[in-house]
């Protein structure tokens, strides 16, 4: 059983930052291409980043390009998301998704924003940005 647990969330003031933290437990996580999505409140989820199984390819919404940076260790069976110049738009439920590895069909900027690409989530973590 693949379980992802978020971590890091927080409150913050406006231009601060945070990094989360996803754990991912029951398989390495090598298998698994991975994201970043969040959810504010009476919004629908959306994708913030994503990044390869090897770590050689990452993707970014625009709205966070040049802010956020996602990043893995598959040794720790981790991935972060470094969160700078956080704003109160940023404010959400932050959740951790992995998806598996496809031969043939590598993650890419179209396919790292869906959520049906993803079969693995966690439960969340919260981010309130202050302003």
């Known amino acids: 059983q693949v379980q992802l647990v978020e971590s890091g969330g927080g409150l913050v003031q406006a231009g601060g930052s945070l990094r989360l933290s996803c754990a991912v437990s029951?398989?390495?996580?090598?298998?698994?291409?991975m994201g970043w999505f969040r959810q504010a409140p009476g919004k629908e989820r959306e994708f913030v980043s994503a990044?390869?199984?090897?770590?050689?390819?990452?993707y970014y919404a625009d709205s966070v390009k040049g802010r956020f940076t996602i990043s893995r260790d598959n040794a720790k069976n981790t991935v972060y998301l470094q969160m700078n110049s956080l704003a109160p738009e940023d404010t959400a439920v932050y959740y951790c998704?992995?998806?598996?590895?496809?031969?043939?069909?590598?993650?890419?900027?179209?396919?790292?924003?869906?959520?049906?690409?993803?079969?693995?989530w966690g439960q969340g973590t919260q981010v309130t940005v202050s302003s």
């Open positions: 990044i390869s199984w090897s770590g050689g390819s990452t």
């Open positions: 998704a992995a998806r598996f590895r496809v031969l043939g069909r590598p993650l890419s900027a179209d396919s790292a924003t869906h959520m049906r690409e993803y079969a693995y």
């Open positions: 029951g398989r390495t996580i090598s298998y698994y291409d």
